[in-house]
């Protein structure tokens, strides 16, 4: 079991930036590709990015190329998803997940955090 928290949400204007975080409570988390996702007001959940256990291997959704970059610190089981140039549109509830593999179906992800607000304000 890998338990996810995500931190480092709120609310800023359009252009600005922010980092989430994805803290895992187990040493495991390091064999998992983590994903994020998100849910905007009246939408179905979408992929955002992925990242394999490693690191070495990224994957963004075109919505958010060029302007997102998710990365991993293993050695502090934390996962981030660097957002810049935000959009009114980014507005959403942001979740990382867990997967044994680099995916952008969220069905392949076992473990999910219970997701942080993000809003961008025109």
């Known amino acids: 079991q890998v338990q996810l928290v995500e931190s480092g949400g709120g609310l800023v204007q359009a252009g600005g930036s922010l980092r989430l975080s994805c803290a895992a409570s187990?040493?495991?988390?390091?064999?998992?590709?983590v994903g994020w996702f998100r849910q905007g007001p009246g939408k179905e959940r979408e992929f955002v990015s992925a990242?394999?256990?490693?690191?070495?291997?990224?994957y963004y959704a075109d919505s958010v190329k060029g302007r997102f970059t998710i990365s991993r610190d293993n050695a502090k089981n934390t996962a981030y998803l660097q957002m810049n140039s935000l959009k009114p549109e980014d507005t959403a509830v942001y979740y990382c997940?867990?997967?044994?593999?680099?995916?952008?179906?969220?069905?392949?992800?076992?473990?999910w955090g219970q997701g942080t607000q993000v809003t961008v304000s025109s």
């Open positions: 997940a867990a997967s044994p593999t680099k995916t952008v179906y969220d069905r392949a992800y076992n473990y």
């Open positions: 187990r040493r495991t988390f390091s064999s998992y590709a």
């Open positions: 990242i394999n256990w490693s690191g070495s291997s990224t």
